[in-house]
């Protein structure tokens, strides 16, 4: 039953949006749930930031049976950045059902006895994992009925076309196809049956958050653009910043300069190790860092709350990357600005408004902002049964950190990351020397 059009959840559905403390559905997370009812394939258009995740994870839900003992539905991302963060959102739904993150950068042997020990219902994985677990014969692809493809525009921009129709061949049972993608593309009728499939477009919400975007020029010459960057950088008083580079190597210089001039950063791009990216990304997302410099890479679906500035240090390759990049910014209903560096001599591109502001460098530089958290290691993980409420409890007990002075924490499957108020990390680390968490002796310190 719907009223005034809006879709009525089960109480499985409410009690994860409870868990997620999201209160209602935008419009098209409704629109993708009313239409799973209804039945067909999916094909749904939305821009970076409204919200994808939860419209195919809801519905989902409908057709999962808990008690079964073999696996149902498959979500595949193509990056192990995504699937985690899918991963990640799924278990905050606290649904009770299992599901199970494949991806490359750790042994597939590893995740095969996790999956024969207790067979989830959900696999979310990265096509070539997926696929290297399939040809292993890890699980039966019999018993599954729905399969998601998320970023599915990203995922043919990476080479994962050959991947991907291998999966559905794979999968000979599915009921019910579900594409997500931020742009449209002819390719997408090749993995959905075009007389059983909806396209629902919301690509028309792009223009929204351009309505609580500010859009400047940075105007400057080749031989002073990294100075002007740095003094930019300090103007925006240690408010979080993305910017955007074209290159892994450009990545690494700009990165270099701003470490030096004493900014708060770090870099993130696909050649660094997945160690590195993730500490990376870790580092940005809970305050530890307040720039983030990149390359497209981290323009799409990753997850990254509160962002206030975009900067395209490089100008982007074409309009698409553009308005992924833009999409970093304002996101819901956040505001957020966009800074297009300027090289003198130069034209801007075709698909940049003419007459932009320019960006105010007459103004005091201030020093800048030190980042007001810390992270800390900790060299123990989930495979040692350290769960974070271990690890406040640990520092809260052992250190006497109150509960404001501890951030983030994030547990991986042999260490984990720890957030603290930068002032509080010396004085907490003297207290916890040659301390137990759960009885286990581990190496606790700061990582720069």
Known sequence: MEENNIVELSPKQSAALAALSIDELNNMQQAVLRQFREGGDIVALSPTGTGKTLAFLLPMLEMLDGERNEVQAVVVLPTRELARQVADVWKKMSTGIKAVCLHGGRPASEEAA???GAVP??????????????ARGTFCCDSIRVLILDEFDKSLELGFREEMENLQKSMPFVERNMLFSATDSDELSAFVEPDACVKIDFTDVAEKPQQRTAFYVVKSTQERRLDALSTMLMLLHGEAVIVFCNFREMVDDVYAFLKKKGLSVVAYHGGMEQKQRE???YKFRSGCAVVLVCTD???????????????????PVNEESYIHRNGRTAR????GNVYLFHIEGGSLPEYVPQGLPEFDFKRPVPMPVRAPWSVLYVGKGKKDKISRGDIAGFFMKKGGAKQNELGTIVVFDRYSYVAVRSERVKPLLRAVA???IKGIKTIIEEIK
């Not at 890479?297 to 100008?315: E, F, N, T």
């Open 434 to 436: 040659n301390e137990k």
């Open 332 to 335: 819901w209903d956040a505001e």
């Open 297 to 315: 890479v981290a323009s799409r679906g990753l997850d990254i709350p509160d962002v206030r500035h975009v900067v395209h240090y490089q100008r």
């Open 279 to 281: 500490l990376a990304l």
């Open 114 to 116: 996790q999956i024969k």
């Open 121 to 134: 219902p959900i696999i979310i994985a990265t096509p070539g994992r997926l696929n290297d677990h399939i």
